[in-house]
C-alpha cells in the first residue's frame, strides 16, 4: 500500500538557521507529492507541490524535490522566520483512480528568535 | 474563486448528546469531499469522503457518519457522542478525477466532548 514516513518532530531552530523536514515514500506508479502547513488553530494550507520525478516545488522560500530514485520529497528552506513555525504535513497521491491521499504524521517546527 | 466554509469553529457538547458539523464548497462543482479528524498533536485520520452525492465511504469504523444530501455540501454527524470523539475536524475538497490536483482545506471545528 500507499504510506508516506516524515521526520520525527519537534523540531526547534533559531531563527536564520537552515531546515531540513525529511519526507520519503511508499506508492506503485508515479504519485504527486505535495507539503502542506498548518498553524496553530487553522487547517491545512498547500505549501508546495510537485507532480513527476525531478519536479521542484517552491515557495515562501521553502523547497522541496521529487526524488524518484530516492523515493524521497524533503522540505528545505535556507533561513527560516519565527513565522514559519507551524506543523508540516508531506503527502502523496498516486495519480490512478484513487480518490484519496495518503499523509505523513506531521512535524512540528519551533522558531526561536 | 473556489472557497470552502466550515461551521461551527469551537463546539463543546456533553457525552451521548447529537453532533451535526457542516461544510459547504463554493466555485467548483462536483468536488471530491472529504472529512479527517486530528487528535490533539497527532496527524490527520481519514474518516469518510465522497465522490458524488449520496456516496459516502468510510474509512475507520466508529460512531460517526456522513451525509452529502447536495453536490457541495458535506455533515458530519453522530447520533450520542464519545469522549473519544473530542478533536479538530478538518473537511477538504479537490477537483474529481484530478490526481495532481491538491486537496483544499476548512478552517477547522474544535469539538471537545465533556
Known amino acids: 500500500g500507499n504510506s508516506v514516513t516524515q521526520m520525527e518532530g519537534p523540531v526547534t531552530l533559531s531563527e536564520e538557521a537552515f531546515l531540513t523536514i525529511n519526507c520519503t515514500y511508499t506508492?506503485?506508479?508515479?504519485?504527486?507529492l505535495f507539503w502542506y502547513v498548518q498553524y496553530p488553530g487553522e487547517g491545512l494550507q498547500l505549501l508546495l507541490k510537485?507532480?513527476?520525478?525531478?519536479d521542484k516545488g517552491s515557495n515562501k522560500g521553502f523547497e522541496a524535490t521529487y526524488r524518484k530514485e530516492t523515493t524521497s520529497f524533503h522540505l528545505e528552506k535556507g533561513s527560516v522566520q519565527v513565522s514559519d513555525s507551524a506543523v508540516y504535513f508531506c503527502?502523496?497521491?498516486?495519480?490512478?483512480?484513487?480518490?484519496?491521499?495518503?499523509f505523513g504524521t506531521g512535524t512540528r517546527l519551533t522558531i526561536i528568535p | 474563486s473556489q472557497t470552502i466554509h466550515q461551521w461551527p469553529a469551537t463546539l463543546v457538547q456533553p457525552v451521548g448528546s447529537p453532533l451535526s458539523l457542516e461544510c459547504t464548497v463554493e466555485?467548483?462543482?462536483?468536488?471530491?469531499l472529504y472529512w479527517y479528524r486530528q487528535a490533539a498533536g497527532r496527524g490527520l485520520q481519514l474518516l469518510f469522503y465522497?465522490?458524488?452525492?449520496?456516496?459516502i465511504s468510510s474509512e475507520v469504523p466508529q460512531n460517526l457518519s456522513a451525509s452529502r444530501p447536495q453536490d457541495r455540501q458535506f455533515i458530519l454527524s453522530s447520533k450520542k457522542l464519545l469522549l473519544s470523539d473530542s478533536g479538530f475536524y478538518l473537511c477538504?475538497?479537490?477537483?474529481?478525477?484530478?490526481?495532481?490536483?491538491?486537496?483544499?482545506f476548512g478552517n477547522g471545528t474544535r469539538l471537545t466532548v465533556t
Open positions: 477538504a475538497w479537490r477537483n474529481y478525477g484530478a490526481g495532481n490536483s491538491p486537496l483544499h
Open positions: 506508492a506503485t506508479g508515479y504519485p504527486s
Open positions: 510537485a507532480t513527476k520525478a525531478d
Open positions: 503527502a502523496l497521491n498516486p495519480n490512478f483512480g484513487n480518490e484519496k491521499l495518503t
Open positions: 466555485g467548483t462543482s462536483n468536488p471530491n
Open positions: 465522497s465522490v458524488g452525492i449520496g456516496q
